[in-house]
């Protein structure tokens, strides 16, 4: 395929698309937390450790925008990604 933009009916079930990558370090993780979800277990490493997680860890919703950015920029769909629905689910920390 070429480097788009693509419209839902270029696509097809079972096609592979590879992003870029991003790094996520502790001081970004932390960064955000503290704005967006200050959670322990997301913005102190010593209270973080008396948590479930035991550590720290990247809130959810971090993980879910920069995913979200790698989608954008990886597919570009023509007129954007306009979210209807769906389910998020995070089965491992970050």
Do not use: C, N
Not at 35 to 55: I, L, M, N, R, V
């Amino acid at each position: 395929m070429d480097d788009g933009p693509y419209y839902l009916d270029d696509l097809s079930v079972g096609q592979r698309f590879t992003t870029g990558e991003y790094v996520l370090d502790a001081d970004g993780a932390v960064a955000f937390a503290s704005q967006w979800d200050p959670q322990p277990f997301h913005t102190d490493k010593e209270a973080a450790a008396g948590t479930f997680f035991g550590e720290l860890v990247a809130s959810g919703w971090h993980t879910a925008a920069i995913t979200m950015r790698l989608l954008v920029e990886g597919l570009p769909i023509a007129g954007g990604v306009i979210g209807a629905g769906g389910e998020i689910a995070w089965p491992t920390p970050t």
